[in-house]
C-alpha cells in the first residue's frame, strides 16, 4: 500500500502544476493530502495510522516539517540562505537602474564590426550581467528590448538573435553569484551528512570496523565553494557560446553580419566603455574576489553588492546632472580611507594609549560616517528618482518569499515521499543498475534534463536534490565531491530555461519580441545553445578539476588552511613530495650529510641523542619511499584482475541484503499476523509462500557468489595493508627526522630570551634570605611568567614553582625553598651555556639543514602548506579517486 499512496503523491502532484496552480502551494499541498489519505486509510482499513507508512507516520511527517521550518528560519548554523535576498536586491537594482542598457549599447558598439559581433557583445554582457545580477528574467527582457531589434535591423538571423538572447540570459544560473548555487549548496550540506552516514554504514558492513578513516568521509560544501566551483564552467560555457556564434557567421555571413560603428573610435568612445565596463567589473571583483580570497563570506559578500548596487543606482539615475558621482566618490574615498587605516594601524578603541591612536580613530571614524553618507545619500535618490528603491524591495520581499516558501513545500513534499518509502525506491533502483557510478549518474543527469522541459529550476534544486544526491555522493567508486555534483545539477539545470513548452527565458523573450519573430523560431534558435550547455555538461563531467580546483586551492592558501598533518591531504601531499624526492634527490642527500657533520657533543645528552636519531632517519626517508611505491604498485597490479570481481561480488551482497531485509520485513509481519485475530488463513498461506520463496533467492544468489573470492579478498587485503603500513612507516620516519631539529631551532632561538632573565634568577637566592615570604612569591612568579614562553625552560620553571609552593605553604619550609633555588640557579646556567654556544656555533648549520628539508621531510610539521605546494596538492584533490576496493 505504500507504493499505492507514493503514486498518489506524485499523481497529485504532477496534477496540480498542470493545472497551473503555484509551485509554493503545489508541493505542500500534494504531501498534506497524500499524507491524510493514508493516515485515514490506515486508521479505517488496518486499525493503526502508520499502517501504510514505510517510515514512521504522520506524526513524524509533521515533526519533519517543523523541523525544516525550524531550519531555515531559526537555526543560526544555517545561514547560508540569508545571502539570497541580498543578491537578489542587487540584481533587480542594477537591472532598474539602467546598468544592462549601457553595458549591451556600448559592447554591441565595441564588438559589431567583427563577424557575430552583436552576438558576442550579447554574450558577453550577458555573462557580466550574471556576475552581477543573476536574475534570468531581469537578465532576457533587457536584452530582448534592447539588443534584438538592434540585432533585426541588421539582417541577423532571428533565430540565431533569439537564442543568444535566451541562452545568455540562462548563464546568471552557473556564473557566481547564482540563487541556484546558493539553494544547491544548503540542499548539497545535508545531503552530504546523509551520504557520509551512509557510506559509513557501507564501510562497517563490509569491514566490520566501526569507525572509518577520515579521508573516506565527505567532505561537505558551502555557498563560496559553489561559487568558486561553477566560475570556470561558466566561463567555459561563455567560450563555447562565443565560438559558435563566430563560426555561424563565418559559415552565413548573411545571417550574422558585421556592422560597423557608425562614430569614432576615438577617446571619448573609450570614456564610455570604460565608464561601462568599470563598474560592473569592480562589483564582480569585489563580491567574488572576497569571497575567494577569504576576506568576506557569502553573505557578507553579498551584503557588499547590494550597497554597492545602490551607489551605482544612485549615480545612474542623476546621469547627465550636476553632482551625479558625488556620493558616489564620498563613497569610494571613504573605502579607501578605512583600508589604508587598516592597513597602516591596529584599529581598536579598547586599545588606545595615545594620542597617536586616538588620532587614527578618530580617522576611522570620519571615514565610516563619510561611507554611510555616501550609502545614504545615494539611497535617498534612488527612493525619489522615479521611486526606484520602493519598487526594488518589493521585488526582492516578492522574490525571497517565493523561494522560501518553495523551500518550505519541497521540504514537505520530500519528507512524505521518504515516509512512503520513495527513497528507498530511488535507492534500490538506482544500485540495481549496471554500469556502476557512470549509469547512476547518467540517469539522474537525464531525469533532471527531462524534468527540465516542466520544472523550474527552484523545484528541480529542492525536491530532485535532496532525494538523488546522497545517493550519487555515498558512492565509494567514484568519490565525487559535492561542489562537483552540485556544479553537474547546476549546469543541467540551466537548460530548464531554454527547453519548450515551459523555458522560462523563451516566455520572457517572447514577451518583449516583435511578432516578426514566431514562436517556432525561438524554439529552433535555442537548440543549439541547448547542444552547447550539454557539451559544456560533458567536458565538466570529464574534466572535474574545473569544479575542484579553485574552491580546494582557496581552501588550502586561506588564513583558517588544515595543516598539512591533516589525514585527508596526506596521499596528495605525498604524490606531490615523492616527485620533489625524484628531482632533488642529490641535493637532500647533501644537505643530509653536511647537517650529521655538525658537532653536537656539547649538547644536553636527550637532546643529543633525539637529534643524532633524526640524522639517521633522514636518508632512511629515500628507503621508506621506495617501499612506499613498491607495495603501492603491488596493489594496483593486483586490482587489474581484483576490480571486476569486487564489483561483482559486491553486487550480488548488496542483492542479498535487499532479500534479507525483505525476508525480515515478512517474517515480523507474520509473527505480527499471527497474534491478531481475524486473520484469514489464506493471508497466512499467502505469506509463508512469500518467505520460502525469499529464502530460496537468497541461497540461491550466495551460491553464484565466486569460489574464489575469499582468498582474493584476502589477499588483496594483505596487499592494501602492506601499503597502509608503509606509508605510516614513511610518516613516522619523516616525523622523526624533521621535528627534533625543529624543536632544537626553537629552542636555541629562545637563548636572548633566557639571558635576559640572569639578574632576576641570580637576585632570587639573596632575596629569599633576607625579604618576607610574600615579596619572594611575587618575584618567583614574575620570573615563571617570564619563562613561560621560552622553549625548553621548562625545568628551570619547574624547580622554580616548586620553591614557590614550599614557601607558600601552611607550614614554609625556607631550607627547601632555597635549595630548589639554588638547583633552578645551577640549572639556568648549564642551560645558558650550551645555548649560547649553540647559537654561535650549530645555530647556522641547522638553519641551513632546516631550510634544505622543510618543504620535503619536514612537510608534515610545518602549520600550513607553502603556497607552490598547496596549488599542487590542491591539483591532486581535484581528481576524483575511486575508493570502492576499502569498502
Known amino acids: 500500500m505504500e507504493l499505492f499512496f507514493l503514486a498518489l503523491l506524485v499523481l497529485l502532484m504532477v496534477a496540480a502544476l498542470g493545472m497551473g496552480y503555484p509551485v509554493a502551494f503545489a508541493l505542500p499541498g500534494s504531501a498534506i493530502l497524500a499524507i491524510t489519505a493514508a493516515a485515514l486509510c490506515g486508521t479505517i482499513f488496518a486499525g493503526s495510522a502508520d499502517a501504510y507508512f514505510a517510515q514512521g507516520g504522520p506524526i513524524q511527517w509533521l515533526n519533519a516539517g517543523v523541523t525544516n521550518f525550524r531550519g531555515i528560519y531559526w537555526e543560526v548554523e544555517r545561514d547560508t540562505l540569508i545571502a539570497i535576498p541580498l543578491f537578489i536586491f542587487m540584481g533587480i537594482m542594477l537591472e532598474r537602474s539602467k546598468i544592462a542598457e549601457d553595458l549591451l549599447v556600448t559592447m554591441a558598439q565595441l564588438f559589431g564590426p567583427i563577424p557575430g559581433g552583436l552576438g558576442i557583445s550579447v554574450v558577453f554582457v550577458g555573462a557580466l550581467l550574471a556576475a552581477t545580477t543573476g536574475i534570468v528574467g531581469a537578465t532576457v527582457i533587457a536584452m530582448g528590448l534592447i539588443a534584438l531589434p538592434v540585432m533585426m535591423r541588421n539582417n541577423y538571423s532571428h533565430s540565431l538573435a533569439t537564442g543568444t538572447i535566451a541562452a545568455s540570459g ?40 566501526f569507525s572509518m578513516p577520515l579521508e573516506f568521509d565527505l567532505s561537505t560544501t558551502s555557498a563560496g565553494d559553489m561559487f568558486m566551483g561553477a566560475l570556470m564552467p561558466g566561463m567555459v560555457l561563455v567560450g563555447l557560446y562565443m565560438a559558435y556564434i563566430f563560426i555561424f557567421a563565418i559559415i552565413r555571413k548573411k545571417s550574422a553580419p558585421p556592422v560597423p560603428y557608425e562614430g569614432k573610435y576615438d577617446g571619448q568612445f573609450l570614456k564610455r566603455v570604460a565608464l561601462a565596463l568599470t563598474p560592473p567589473l569592480s562589483l564582480i571583483f569585489i563580491v567574488l574576489g572576497s569571497i575567494v580570497m577569504g576576506i568576506a563570506t557569502v553573505n557578507q559578500a553579498g551584503s557588499i553588492g547590494a550597497v554597492g548596487a545602490m551607489i551605482m543606482a544612485g ?28 592597513a597602516l594601524f591596529d584599529i581598536n578603541i579598547k586599545s588606545i594609549e595615545d594620542g597617536g591612536d586616538l588620532v587614527v580613530v578618530l580617522l576611522a571614524m570620519v571615514a565610516v560616517a563619510g561611507l554611510l553618507f555616501g550609502l545614504i545619500w545615494s539611497g535617498w535618490r534612488t527612493y525619489k528618482i522615479d521611486n526606484t528603491l520602493t519598487g526594488v524591495m518589493i521585488e526582492t520581499a516578492k522574490t525571497t518569499s517565493l523561494v522560501f516558501i518553495i523551500l518550505l513545500g519541497a521540504a514537505m513534499l520530500t519528507a512524505a515521499f521518504r515516509a512512503f518509502g520513495g527513497e528507498e525506491l530511488v535507492k ?23 524534468l527540465g522541459f516542466f520544472l523550474d529550476f527552484i523545484e528541480i534544486a529542492v525536491v530532485v536534490v535532496p532525494i538523488v544526491a546522497p545517493i550519487l555522493l555515498a558512492d565509494p567508486s567514484a568519490n565525487v565531491s ?56 560533458v567536458v565538466v563531467g570529464f574534466y572535474p578539476s574545473l569544479v575542484n580546483y579553485l574552491p580546494n586551492r582557496t581552501s588550502l592558501t586561506s588564513d583558517t588552511a588544515p595543516p598539512p598533518v591533516n589525514p585527508t591531504l596526506q596521499y596528495c601531499i605525498e604524490v606531490v613530495v615523492f616527485e620533489t624526492y625524484d628531482d632533488d634527490g642529490d641535493s637532500l642527500r647533501n644537505a643530509m650529510t653536511t647537517a650529521a657533520a ?27 619511499v621506495a617501499e612506499v611505491r613498491a607495495t603501492e604498485a603491488a596493489v594496483g597490479e593486483f586490482t587489474v584482475d581484483y576490480r571486476p570481481l569486487h564489483r561483482e561480488v559486491r553486487a550480488l551482497q548488496s542483492e542479498i541484503a535487499r532479500v534479507g531485509e525483505e525476508l525480515e520485513e515478512f517474517e515480523t509481519t507474520l509473527r505480527r499476523e499471527s497474534r491478531r485475530e481475524g486473520t484469514s488463513p489464506e493471508i497466512f498461506a499467502a505469506m509463508e509462500r512469500r518467505i520460502e520463496a525469499l529464502t530460496v533467492e537468497k541461497s540461491e544468489i550466495e551460491a553464484v557468489i565466486p569460489d574464489q573470492w575469499d582468498a582474493a579478498r584476502e589477499q588483496y587485503l594483505d596487499l592494501a595493508t602492506a601499503e597502509k603500513r608503509a606509508r605510516t612507516g614513511y610518516r613516522r620516519n619523516v616525523d622523526n627526522a624533521y621535528q627534533p631539529v625543529a624543536e632544537i631551532r626553537t629552542i636555541i632561538a629562545g637563548t636572548q630570551a633566557l639571558a635576559a632573565q640572569e639578574s632576576q634568577i641570580n637576585d632570587l637566592g639573596a632575596l629569599i634570605r633576607n625579604a618576607a615570604s610574600g615579596e619572594i612569591i611575587d618575584a618567583i612568579s614574575v620570573v615563571e611568567t617570564a619563562l613561560t614562553p621560552i622553549a625548553g625552560a621548562s625545568p628551570i620553571k619547574s624547580k622554580l614553582g616548586e620553591a614557590r609552593r614550599a614557601i607558600d605553604d601552611d607550614t614554609p619550609d625556607m631550607a627547601k625553598a632555597t635549595t630548589l ?60 579517486y575511486d575508493i570502492s576496493l576499502n569498502f
Open 170 to 209: 540562462t548563464l546568471g544560473q552557473i556564473i557566481p553569484p547564482s540563487i541556484v548555487l546558493i539553494i544547491l549548496a544548503d540542499q548539497l550540506a545535508s545531503a552530504t551528512d546523509q551520504a557520509s552516514t551512509l557510506r559509513a554504514a557501507a564501510y562497517r558492513a563490509a569491514t566490520g570496523e
Open 315 to 342: 549615480y545612474r539615475l542623476k546621469e547627465g546632472q550636476r553632482g551625479a558621482y558625488l556620493p558616489a566618490f564620498i563613497s569610494l574615498a571613504s573605502v579607501g580611507a578605512i583600508v589604508i587605516l587598516l
Open 428 to 450: 534500490d533502483f538506482l544500485t540495481g543498475l549496471p554500469g556502476g557510478f557512470a549509469t547512476k549518474f547518467v540517469v539522474v543527469m537525464a531525469v533532471i534534463f527531462v
Open 482 to 537: 559535492a561542489v562537483w555534483l552540485g556544479v553537474m545539477i547546476g549546469v543541467n539545470m540551466q537548460t530548464s530555461f531554454l527547453t519548450p513548452p515551459f523555458g522560462f527565458a523563451l516566455f520572457y523573450l517572447r514577451g518583449v519580441a516583435s511578432a516578426a519573430v514566431t514562436t517556432v523560431q525561438m524554439y529552433f534558435g535555442v537548440i543549439p545553445f541547448i547542444l552547447l550547455q550539454l557539451t559544456a555538461l
Open 598 to 624: 655538525l658537532d653536537i657533543s656539547f649538547l644536553p645528552e636527550n637532546l643529543r641523542e633525539t637529534l643524532s636519531e633524526a640524522f639517521i632517519a633522514a636518508p632512511l626517508t629515500f628507503d621508506k
Open 821 to 880: 633555588i639554588a638547583e633552578a640557579s645551577t640549572l639556568y646556567a648549564t642551560d645558558l651555556a650550551w645555548r649560547t654556544r649553540a647559537e654561535s656555533e650549530l645555530a647556522s648549520g641547522l638553519e641551513a639543514y632546516d631550510e634544505a628539508i622543510r618543504e620535503t621531510i619536514g612537510i608534515r610539521r610545518q602549520d600550513r602548506l607553502p603556497r607552490p605546494i598547496a596549488k599542487a596538492v590542491a591539483a591532486c584533490k581535484s581528481i576524483h
